[in-house]
Structures are given as structure tokens and as C-alpha cells.
């Protein structure tokens, strides 16, 4: 079994006219060219040969800890306005387009290593590290996203710490508003680019599940004329169903974006797929990421049993054993497919059940009719539900309505805590929080931790 690619990531040597003619900006500095070794946004993180990028924020404003990054061992500063010091500075117009413009750059340097790309409305994380330990269990050195940088600035990043003696890169690209993936996609230039899921993701930007579609399988059109477009389906039928949608419009959508290249689309697990995540869409997930590492060139023994020995990540359906409770940390973000997804695995559960749920943002028009589905899918499951602040409120309403017999409200993260406590307190129970990153429901876990006697295993990345 290979390990991760190791080592610093690979040398990118800039000279002055082609660093401003990749950005069109202007170099400052008696050195004619450098060789950097990955970037960093961050000056605390900053590493000896880094490019390090100023960017202008809303609390701080990195041109300010230029300085603290070139002690470090910056080799390169790219800045919106000159400065002054001891390495060479790149002063350009727009500071992400120029670390997008400088990535791509690098990754044509590097067509030797197979680039794959995962996006999707749900599960790309997931996917993402499932693939990744699929490809290295099948004999590659791998590099690949750690957590969730999969933005603007996320991407660029990933593709810059390649390390040179990597064989496959996987990296995760992501989206909450028409027009961002497709960019992505073109700088990773991936041999290989999976859509996880199509679900109702940020509808307030995307409209519909039509909308969804068209950004996500945006991109395929990234991919070489040879490439493999994979498409993961698991409960499309469903998510459909629920939104008035005809699932044949949307794979019609992913094949014209698909164009001539192969399109493969990926359903449930085979039962004979062994793997330790909670749920049939995890499955889902897992049988999906071993296709894509199979057409990477995986030994696919080796891929099966390192999917078998995966772990949920933080906020990911991770499941804590507590005495003779079984939290189940799904605490990352939410939208009406993942909510249901969750309150489906607490149900396989047996036993007392409670859904600890908060609000479910970037919903648009669509805000009430999701947020009435969770709750009425809560109730069909026969779970007991704690809606957690004011905008989960609907999700309670529809719960009752649907004859859901065992609903609270809390107000905040302290009384939900309190009240979970106090229904664990009765007998062992199983408990799922989830919520929308803005609801923060990693708070009300921590005290629910806190209260049975056990450590806090550790945050979300």
C-alpha cells in the first residue's frame, strides 16, 4: 500500500516577465526569478519557499503581516499595493485572480500526475477523502484536500501544495453561486471529475434543482476529450419527487455538459461493498469514489480495503459512543436532502431516537417547503425532534402537523443541551444534531459531551 505523496510541494520557478505576463502585474525587486514551494493566505502558517498572498479582509489586512511571512521564509509576496522587502513582490490588480491565473500555471507543469476533481450538493467532502484513501490503498501516492478548502482561494492553494512525487491529485472544488465551479474545474484540468450528488443546494442562487445540475455538471466541460465524467444518483429519484423535478431532465443536463466524453452514473453500493460510515448514501458515496479510483488505475483490493477502513470526519455523521448513548455528529452544514439523509440513519438506529435539528440556510423560495419536509420526514420516522432557535421553528410546526408525537423548541444552544440532557437522563438513547454551519450546533454537541462525562473529541474543519 503507498502512502501519501510526501514532502514539500513541488518547485514553481517564476521569472520576472512570466510571473507579469500570467498576471499582468508588476514585480518589485532586484531578483530576476524565484522558486516558491506552495502558498499560504495565513502568516502563522507560513512555510519556508511560500508564495505568500495578501489578501484585504473584513477584520485583517495581510499586506500588514507581509513582513512576519518573508521571516518566515517567504520567497514571494503577491500584493494589491507595493511594499517594501527583502524578497521579490508581486503587485497586481485582484490578488485571488492572480493566485488562480499563477495555479493554473503550475498545474500544466504537472500533466504526469492524474488530477481528479469532486464537487457535488452533497457528500463531496466525504467523497473526496473516500477516494483519496481508495487511490493510495490501491498503490498511488496521493495528494489531496484536506478539510474544505474548495473556494476561490481553497482551490488554488490545493493545486499549488502538489508535491512532486505524487501520482494523483484529488482535489475538492465547490459552489454557492452560478458561474463559480466552472473556473474551478478549468484550473484543475481533471482526467477524471466526479459530481457526488444533485440535491437542493443553495436554491437562494441556483433557483432549482435544474440550476443545481447545470453548475455542478459544469464540471465535466473541464475534462480532456478522453476524460470520465462520474455522476452519483443515490436518491435523485427522491429529491426529484420532493421538488415537482423530472430526473430525466437533469441527467439530460449532465450528459449535454458531459458532451462526447464518457458519462458514468453511480447508484447504490453493492452489498458486498464493506465500509464503516453510517448510512446507505455513504455507501453510495464509497462505491462511487472506488469506480473513480478503478479508472485511475487503482489495484482495486488494495482500494476496497482502505474504503473499508475509513472513518466519518468531524460534523460528518461521525458517531460517539458515550456509555450507552450514541451521539451522532452531523454538525458540518445541512439542506433538505442531507437533513432527511441524517434522520434516515437515526432511524436505523432502533431504540429512543431524538433529531436535534437547526435551521437550514441559502434556501431562497424554497426555505419553508424544505424546512416542512425535514420536519414531516422526522415525524415518518417516528423520531422524537428539539428544534434548536427561532428559524427552525417551521421544521416543529411541520413535525406536529405531520403527527410527529415527541417535539420541543429551544431557544439557544444552552437550553437544547439542557433538554437533550434530560432526555438521555431517562434511558440510552441515540442522538443526530444537525444543522446549517450558521446555526453552529457543534455547541450544543460540545455540552451534550460535557454533560454525560466525556471529552470533547474535537471540532469541524
Known amino acids: 500500500m503507498a502512502a501519501d505523496a510526501a514532502g514539500s510541494p513541488a518547485l514553481f520557478v517564476l521569472s520576472r516577465a512570466r510571473a507579469s505576463a500570467l498576471t499582468g502585474g508588476s514585480w518589485l525587486g532586484a531578483a530576476d526569478s524565484v522558486a516558491v514551494r506552495g502558498a499560504s493566505l495565513d502568516s502563522r502558517s507560513v512555510q519556508p519557499g511560500n508564495l505568500f498572498a495578501c489578501f484585504v479582509g473584513a477584520r485583517a489586512d495581510g499586506h500588514d503581516y507581509a513582513p512576519e511571512a518573508v521571516a518566515k521564509g517567504a520567497a514571494l509576496v503577491l500584493a494589491s499595493r507595493p511594499l517594501t522587502l527583502p524578497v521579490p513582490v508581486l503587485v497586481v490588480d485582484d490578488v485571488a485572480q492572480a493566485l488562480a491565473r499563477l495555479a493554473a500555471a503550475f498545474r500544466a507543469e504537472h500533466d504526469d500526475c492524474c488530477w481528479l476533481a469532486v464537487a457535488g450538493a452533497n457528500g463531496k467532502t466525504t467523497t473526496t477523502r473516500l477516494l483519496a484513501a481508495a487511490l493510495r490503498g490501491g498503490g498511488a501516492r496521493v495528494h489531496a484536500t484536506d478539510g474544505n478548502r474548495n473556494n476561490h482561494l481553497g482551490v488554488p492553494l490545493c493545486v499549488l501544495a502538489l508535491p512532486a512525487d505524487a501520482t494523483h491529485a484529488v482535489i475538492e472544488i465547490g459552489t454557492n453561486h452560478p458561474g463559480e465551479l466552472a473556473p474551478l474545474a478549468g484550473l484543475v484540468r481533471p482526467r477524471i471529475a466526479v459530481v457526488a450528488s ?17 453548475e455542478e ?4 466541460a473541464s475534462l480532456p476529450p478522453d476524460g470520465l465524467a462520474l455522476l452519483g444518483v443515490h436518491g435523485l429519484d427522491e429529491e426529484c419527487a420532493a421538488h ?15 458532451g462526447s466524453r464518457r458519462l458514468l452514473l453511480s447508484g447504490e453500493a453493492p452489498p458486498e461493498l464493506a465500509v464503516r460510515l453510517l448510512g446507505a448514501h455513504q455507501r453510495a458515496n464509497a462505491w462511487l469514489a472506488l469506480q473513480a479510483a478503478l479508472a485511475a488505475g487503482a489495484e482495486e483490493g488494495g482500494a476496497r480495503r482502505a474504503l473499508a477502513e475509513v472513518e466519518a470526519a468531524p460534523g460528518r455523521l461521525r458517531p460517539l459512543r458515550i456509555g450507552a448513548h450514541l451521539l451522532i455528529d452531523d ?14 440513519v437515526l432511524a436505523e438506529q ?26 414531516r420526514c422526522a415525524a415518518a420516522l417516528g423520531c422524537a425532534l428539539l428544534a434548536v432557535g427561532e428559524a427552525a421553528r417551521p421544521i416543529l410546526e411541520a413535525f406536529r402537523a405531520a403527527g410527529g408525537q415527541e417535539g420541543q423548541a429551544a431557544q439557544d444552544h444552552e437550553q437544547a443541551a439542557r433538554l437533550a440532557l434530560a432526555w438521555l437522563a431517562d434511558a440510552p438513547g441515540c442522538v443526530l444534531v444537525k444543522g446549517s454551519r450558521s446555526a453552529r450546533l457543534e455547541l450544543v454537541l460540545e455540552r451534550l459531551c460535557a454533560g ?10
Open 198 to 214: 444533485l440535491g437542493p443546494e443553495h436554491l437562494a442562487g441556483f433557483g432549482d434543482l435544474a440550476g443545481v445540475a447545470r
Open 217 to 220: 455538471c459544469s464540471a465535466f
Open 244 to 258: 415537482g423535478e423530472d430526473p430525466q431532465r437533469l441527467l439530460a443536463i449532465a450528459r449535454a455538459a458531459a
Open 331 to 344: 454538525c458540518y452544514n445541512a439542506n433538505p436532502a442531507s437533513m432527511c439523509a441524517g434522520l434516515r
Open 350 to 375: 432502533g431504540g429512543r431516537r431524538l433529531a436535534i435539528l437547526g435551521h437550514m440556510g441559502e434556501l431562497g423560495a424554497a426555505s419553508a417547503a424544505g424546512h416542512a419536509r425535514v420536519g
Open 452 to 461: 454525560l462525562g466525556a471529552p470533547w473529541p474535537g471540532g469541524l474543519h
